[in-house]
């Protein structure tokens, strides 16, 4: 009876240091401050290269927490204690989470300025996500 409980507190632990999905990684505030000088057609151009960035960045940040998982998954199987090396990239989550504070500044900013433009949630494509992972 005390194995399997051991087990389950030794597989939680583990899995809290693996990397996270990108639609779990949270944004960060910033200010719509910031934008506040851009014009609209500005605040569409950053809206464009923040997003593209957010895309690339996605599709790492899904690919290491999808490797995490396969490598939790064997070493609980194969090598329990080769589990607790297992750790998430932390750099590319923050990262992620202020481009994504940003692009709710930016859709903030565009409300304000009252310019149109539409922000969508979209998943990255598979294309972009072999190339940032290349990168």
């Given at each position: 009876?005390?194995?399997?409980?051991?087990?389950?507190?030794?597989?939680?632990?583990?899995?809290s240091g693996c990397a996270q999905k990108a639609e779990q990684v949270t944004s960060t505030y910033v200010s719509p401050l910031t934008y506040q000088s851009y014009s609209c057609k500005q605040v569409a151009q950053e809206a464009s290269r923040v997003s593209s960035r957010v895309g690339e960045l996605s599709g790492v940040q899904n690919k290491?927490?999808?490797?995490?998982?396969?490598?939790?998954?064997?070493?609980?199987?194969?090598?329990?204690?080769?589990?607790?090396?297992?750790?998430?990239d932390k750099?590319?989550?923050a990262e992620l989470g202020r481009l994504k504070g940003e692009l709710e500044a930016l859709e903030k900013a565009s409300i304000q300025k009252n310019c149109?433009?539409?922000?969508?949630?979209?998943q990255p494509k598979q294309d972009e996500v072999k190339k940032a992972v290349k990168t």
């Open positions: 009876m005390k194995m399997p409980l051991i087990l389950v507190g030794m597989t939680a632990l583990v899995i290491k927490a999808s490797d995490d998982a396969v490598a939790t998954g064997v070493a609980l199987v194969v090598f329990w204690p080769a589990a607790f090396f297992i750790k998430g750099q590319t989550a149109g433009i539409v922000f969508q949630r979209t």
